[in-house]
Structures are given as structure tokens and as C-alpha cells.
């Protein structure tokens, strides 16, 4: 193959576990994406801890190459003192070479606040855009068909017309991303009659009904489990708690069923039995088998992660990475705006 | 016994599948209260329909009587429409018996909206209430210790001040029904650092810690399963989407486990076998075996289930509403606001 490598910066300091599951996930992805096109990851960090972090690995079939930070940032850094004072960070770095062009997208399991700061900064907002979002993927019953929660919690206090721009963003990703078309935007509400909910809501309501998506109208917590939506719109301090709580779920069922093993011998007998169907559907229903949380609106190709990202989960970030690159995900979302805004401004007026 | 007998008015056209589900509700929980106190029951909805449903029954342990009402409340009803133009249905008719004396609490497993502003307008509310509330519990790892959400979606636009009586409410509420001692408040957010949140969050921390109450600050979505907290504390549109969210992750499982067993005759055995565990586990985290969700703050014993309610859902409604009644959970929230008074008064200030 001779096609241009896609050079994806890795924040080897980001997550919980970096830089080892970082290095993981980079020789996984590898491995996949060789298959289609050349990949180059660009590690950022301290040089000298990934190094040696790296010859731990067989690395044979990983093109890499190392850019050296010496600062972190942590989980506890605010994204503005970020902005201000930690420019040698792994995470400001490699955002500023992406903006750059020094690498085609960037991929961190660090601080989402400081990322998604850094990045609306660094690389600007795609045209139309007032609020780049975070996503993220719940499972649903249909198989293969998770939904995307616009926003996950980068906008606590979403007006109107930024919940708008969630579903233009969420729809243009789904489209590229997994071929779907026409997605289906459900807005998150209490009921589903048009009246429900706070006032946000129900404006929203109105500007979705008058775009141009493939709006269903509103949705109840109940729907998003069941694949009703492909795009599940809410703001995010309700889709924060929201995909917080549903992380949960599966650790408290694992408590439940050990609590119930050790009550008999016969218990934990059957709770063995039950193990192999058990950990086949919890594997389904796992965060991790989405990959990182895309950050749309900016003008570049940024997937987030979970701070706890297994090497799994950084391996499917990266893959989310490339195809936001190859799927041109951003000029998709900039052509969905032109094609929106005569509609939206009609309904703003 | 010669006590008193607690007489419950019961509406008996309430849920979907009303009026069955109602009378055997009934009859569990005189099995049950009759051993500790005597118990009444006043049936109230279509005297004809209800007499040919009872007579489906053993009622010999049953007390009970029957006011007739002849027009019902669908959930499609709008609140203010009952008030204005169904004063002749089982539920207004229900919480007006209540009012005036003749029963000393209303249980209904129908329109939620509707019962909980009709309750409002009749019982009036509690002295220091601006908003009553409705709370759901979620089960928790912590056994025999569920978690009370307020407000589960009567309240959609919390203010500080709403917030913070919820949580008066709840805390009065749990002490007097499970008897724990100083129950912990944890105030529903996206971090756990006082300046998160929306402003009105933000806001109900300062009420909160400046509170007579037991307040452990924030808590994510995550929390809320470990059991961090025994109120839980949020708006009703977030309440809202959560307890429906929940409700629909025991269906969604089973939908998995059933698409899995239908692969192979080895997974179908491999799911037979762990269905006895699975079933144990699930019927612990039903929200039916918590009973009914009590509306909190008006000058009455007021039990509000869930449209679907199940004979066993309805015998916990009135197990609810008898607790209710005998630990004067009434008296208790109105104590609690004027102990609460001084030092609130002082945060508006």
C-alpha cells in the first residue's frame, strides 16, 4: 500500500493506566487498521516513560514515532489553567500538533473538560457550530445499533438552539460513521406529547420538527434501551448523570450475583453455570465495545476516552479516530449546517 | 384488636389493569396488616364493575366498602381538566373522602399528574412547602437500604429552594418509614466539586450544607446503585428520565439473554440453568417490591403507583399508605420544616 499513513497523536499520559494501556491499544489498532491503510501514531508524552514502556511490547508491526512532554495533565486540572499554563502538557501538545498539521487526528483517555477546552481553543469551531458536544454510545436490544447521547456532559446548560446543533452533529456522524441513513433524533423528555418537559425542551422540540433531520419527536428514559433513536438529544448535565448511571449498572448486577453465589454451595453452583451466558451478554453491553466519545464541532478529528480506558477501548478510540478521518466526519458536519441553517434561521426568526 | 381501623380509599379504577389488580392488592395486604392493626378499605370507582370483580375473590379476610364514582381519569387526562370537569371520578372523589375524614389515606396506581395536583389542591400543603414531590427508590448494593430519588418528575424546574425542601422531605420520610438514623443526602450532579453544575445545583449545595440535614455533598450517577446515598437528590425532569431509564434495563437484559439463548441449544441450556440466580437477582432490584412512591409535602397520606402497578405493586401501596399513616410521616415533614426554618431562612438571606 501506498497510500499516505494517517498519523494519529496518542496523549501517552492521558488515561488512568498510560502510558501502558495507551502502548496496548496503539499495537491492537495497529494490527486492524494495516489491514486497510497505513497508520502512524505519534506518542506524546514524557520520552523517556514511554520508551521504556514501549520495549516491554513487540512492537514489529506498530509505526510510531515520539514526541516528548513533560508536563501532565491530570484528572483534577482545570481546562482554562490548562489553556494558561500547562503548554508543554502530552494533551495541549498534541492537540497544537494536529492544529498543525503535523497529525491527522488526536486521541486522549485524559481529562475531558481540558481536551474539549483545549481543542474548541486550538482548532476553532467548525462553521455553524456555537457548541461542539460530546457523545456517547449506549447499547440497545437492536444488535449492532447503539444510540448516540448528544451531549454527555460538555454542556450542562444547553439553550434551545445548541441542542438543535446536537442532532445536525450527531446525525452527519451516524451517517458517516456506521452508514446509517436518514438516523432517527429523538429528543430525551419526560412524556412525549410536544408540551412535556422544560421550556429548552420543548423550543428544541420546535426547531428539530421545522429542520431538515429525520426528527421522531420526543423520547422518555425508557426508549433509549430499546433503539428507538438512533440520536438521543438531552443536555448534559442530564446525559452526564444519565451515562454515569448506566455505567454503574453492570458492577452493581456483578455484586448482586456474587452476593447471591455466596449464599449456598447450590447458588454458587448455578451462579458458575450462569457465568458463560452471563459475561457473553455483559460483554455486549459494554462502554468499551463503542470506542472513545466523539468530540464534534471542531475542526479536527478528536476522540475522547473514559479515564478508566482498558487497552481495548483505546484500541477502538484509535479506530474511531481513523474513520473519523476517512469518512471526512468534519466536512460532513460543516455541509449539514449549510444545509440546515436556512431552515434553523426560519424557525430562529 | 380494638384499635382504630386505618381505612384506606383505594381507586379502584387507577391503574391499567384496574379494578383486578386493585382488589387482589387488597386483599394481600389485609392478610398482612390485619396481624398488627385492623384495616379498611374503601373501594372507590364503579360500584357494578367493582362488586362483579370481587366476587372473582375469597374476601372473607377482607374489610371493606365501596363508594361509587362513575367517571374515570385516563392518563391521557390534563391535571387541570379532572379538577374542572371530572369531580365525579374515583380519583377526585378518593382524595376528597380523604379530606374530609372519611378515610385516612388515598392510594392510586393512576394518571400521576393528576393525582398529585388534585391532592395539592385539596389537601393543601404542608407548612414550609413550596412544592410537594414524588420520589422513586432505586435498589441499591447495599441490601434493605434503597436509595430515594426526589424528585422523580413532578417537579420539572427545580429551584434551590425546591431542592433543598426535597430533601427535608425525603430525609423525614426515610427516618420514619425504615428507621435510619441521620439519613445521608447526596445532591444528584456531574462532579463531585461544589462548583459543578448547573446554577440552580450550584445554589442548593449552599442550602443544603448550611441544613440541619445529614448532607454528603455531591454525587454522580454512579453513586446512586453503590448505595453513597439514601436521598438522592435532583430535578424531576433528571429524576424522571433516570427512573424510567432504570426501569428499562431489567427488559433490555432480558431481551439479551433470550437473543442469546436462541443461538444454540447450548446457550438455551446454559440460560435455563442460570435462570433460577437471574430471577432471585432481578425480583430484588423490581421496583415493584419498594411499593408504592409517596407524594410528600401535602397535608395527607397520599400513594401514587405506577400505571402497570401488579397486585403485588398494589399490596406495597397499601402497606405504604398504612406505615404512612401510623408514623405520622405528615407530622414528621411538617416538625422538620420548622426545625429546618431557622436556618434556611438565614441561607436566603
Known amino acids: 500500500m501506498t497510500a499516505k499513513p494517517i498519523r494519529v497523536a496518542l496523549d501517552a499520559m492521558g488515561g488512568d493506566f498510560a502510558p501502558l494501556n495507551e502502548i496496548q491499544g496503539a499495537i491492537a489498532a495497529a494490527k486492524i ?20 514502556a514501549l520495549a516491554q511490547f513487540d512492537t514489529s508491526e506498530l509505526h510510531y514515532s515520539i514526541v516528548n512532554a513533560d508536563e501532565t495533565v491530570t484528572m483534577d486540572d482545570e481546562p482554562s489553567a490548562v489553556i494558561k499554563r500547562k503548554r508543554n502538557s502530552s494533551l495541549f501538545r498534541g492537540i497544537e500538533l494536529h492544529a498543525d498539521g503535523y497529525a491527522d487526528a488526536f486521541v486522549s483517555a485524559g481529562n475531558t473538560g481540558a481536551v474539549m477546552a483545549t481543542a474548541t481553543l486550538i482548532l476553532g469551531r467548525i462553521k455553524g457550530v456555537n457548541r461542539p458536544t ?14 448516540l447521547i448528544l451531549d454527555a456532559g460538555a454542556n450542562i446548560e444547553s439553550k434551545p438552539r445548541h441542542l438543535y446543533e446536537f442532532a445536525v452533529m450527531g446525525s452527519a456522524y451516524v451517517t458517516q460513521i456506521f452508514g446509517v441513513e436518514n438516523p432517527r433524533v429523538g429528543l430525551l423528555n419526560i ?14 422540540y420546535e426547531l428539530l420538527e421545522n429542520g431538515p433531520l429525520n426528527f421522531i419527536g420526543n423520547i422518555e428514559g425508557r426508549d433509549i434501551l430499546h433503539g428507538v433513536a438512533d440520536i438521543v438529544v438531552c443536555d448534559g448535565f442530564t446525559g452526564n448523570i444519565l451515562l454515569k448511571f448506566a455505567e454503574s ?101
Chains 1, 2 share one sequence.
Open 33 to 52: 487498521v494495516s489491514r486497510y491503510t497505513p497508520l502512524e501514531i505519534i506518542f506524546i508524552g514524557k520520552e523517556k516513560e514511554i520508551r521504556s
Open 134 to 147: 460530546i457523545g456517547t454510545f449506549f447499547p440497545t436490544t437492536q444488535k449492532g445499533r447503539p444510540a
Open 191 to 204: 412524556g412525549e406529547e410536544r408540551v412535556k418537559g422544560t421550556e429548552a425542551v420543548v423550543q428544541a
Open 249 to 349: 449498572i453492570m458492577s452493581m448486577l456483578k455484586a448482586k450475583l456474587r452476593a447471591y453465589a455466596g449464599q449456598s454451595f447450590l447458588h454458587k453452583t448455578a451462579i458458575g453455570l450462569a457465568a458463560i451466558p452471563l459475561k457473553a451478554v455483559f460483554k455486549e453491553l459494554d462502554y468499551q465495545e463503542y470506542g472513545g466519545i466523539p468530540l464534534l464541532g471542531v475542526n479536527g478529528a478528536v476522540i475522547i476516552g473514559h479515564g478508566k480506558s482498558t487497552p481495548k477501548a483505546l484500541q477502538n478510540m484509535i479506530l474511531s479516530a481513523v474513520e473519523t478521518v476517512r469518512k471526512d466526519v468534519n466536512g460532513t458536519i460543516g455541509r449539514a449546517f449549510v444545509a440546515a441553517s436556512s431552515s434553523s434561521e426560519q424557525s430562529k426568526n
